[in-house]
């Protein structure tokens, strides 16, 4: 199950003023008054990192979303702190169910994620059904995404000072990285992405875990069968890449499933949250 948290239907640019963030040590996650449930996430990493190995499992820092609030003019003001993946490993991804375990959100990880709906010239979608070299979502089909990397602005531990990094900054790897997940998952360059007109369509999190992602688009200048023609070698945690086209997608917003394979269920939130968006075009073309 999803819930979709914010939508914006004709979507956010990384320039658009509309969009502001707050990064601030205030949100990062607070520990668990409880010392063994504390240990249950070192524990947890511990128990990855033996079973998926160190070259699939690394610790490093992200972004922690505290909350995200929507005017009625459509702004949205994102606030974030800082977590890293053990963290999250060992809140968010706890099999027993992490509000169980840590009785409320706020010691929780919730690391900030991100998708793309990857627009090829051709009207398709890519998707990547992930290989077992992951630390979530094994088979499961998902668009490309991932997590932005707090670590390239500087901020390498939980604890770092963070008021030289500014807002800007902030939002400016957030879109980066959603576009650097698109080129090492789908396997393009960068060349070939309108990076200028990318735009963020939302926010989509997933109920069983409270795991959150923005949601962008972004148009690619290739079409499907050039996307699989350049893609020689996909990234490790790839295992094969599949194509959806948009009747594709409104069946996948029915059955959660693409060619017979089950999308992750904020990936199927994602979809929906795209059709929205294409509603609001169809919408301005009729006036």
């Given amino acids: 199950m999803y819930e979709i948290l914010f939508c914006n239907k004709t979507g956010l640019s990384a320039r658009d003023n509309r ?3 707050e990064l601030d040590r205030v949100y990062n996650r607070k520990p ?4 063994e449930v504390e240990d249950r996430i070192e524990q947890r990493w511990k128990d990855q990192v033996r079973e998926k190995g160190e070259s ?3 610790n490093a ?32 991804l706890l099999t027993t169910g992490p509000l169980l375990v840590f009785q ?15 627009r090829t010239c051709d009207g398709k979608v890519p998707f990547v059904v992930r290989s077992r070299r992951v630390g979530e979502g094994e088979g499961f089909a998902v668009l490309p995404g991932g997590h932005a990397e707090p670590s390239r602005l500087g901020i390498e531990r939980m604890e770092s000072d963070l008021s030289s990094i500014s ?31 990318m735009k963020m369509l939302g926010i989509v999190r997933r109920t069983a875990d409270l795991k959150a992602q923005m949601v962008c688009v972004i148009d690619c200048e290739l079409s499907s069968v050039d996307v699989n023609r350049l893609t020689t070698q996909l990234d490790p945690e790839c295992q094969k890449l599949l194509f ?36 609001s075009v169809h919408e301005c073309k009729r006036t």
């Fill in 19 to 21: 969009l502001t963030v």
């Fill in 32 to 35: 668990h008054p409880s010392p």
């Fill in 56 to 58: 699939v499992l690394w």
């Fill in 61 to 92: 820092t992200k972004f922690r979303l505290e909350s995200a609030r929507e005017t009625a003019d459509g702004r949205l003001h994102l606030m974030l702190g800082i977590t890293d993946y053990r963290e999250y490993q060992g809140t968010n």
């Fill in 104 to 118: 409320h959100e706020w010691h929780l990880s919730n690391a900030f994620g991100n998708c793309c709906v990857v």
């Fill in 167 to 197: 807002p800007k900054q902030v939002i400016a790897e957030l879109f980066t990285s959603t576009v650097e997940e698109v080129v090492e998952e789908v396997g393009i360059s960068k060349d070939y992405l309108h990076i200028d007109g």
């Fill in 244 to 279: 959806a086209d948009f009747a594709d997608l409104e069946s996948i917003s029915d059955t959660g499933k693409l060619t017979g394979v089950k999308l992750m269920p904020e990936h199927v939130g994602a979809v929906v949250l795209y059709l929205k968006s294409q509603e």
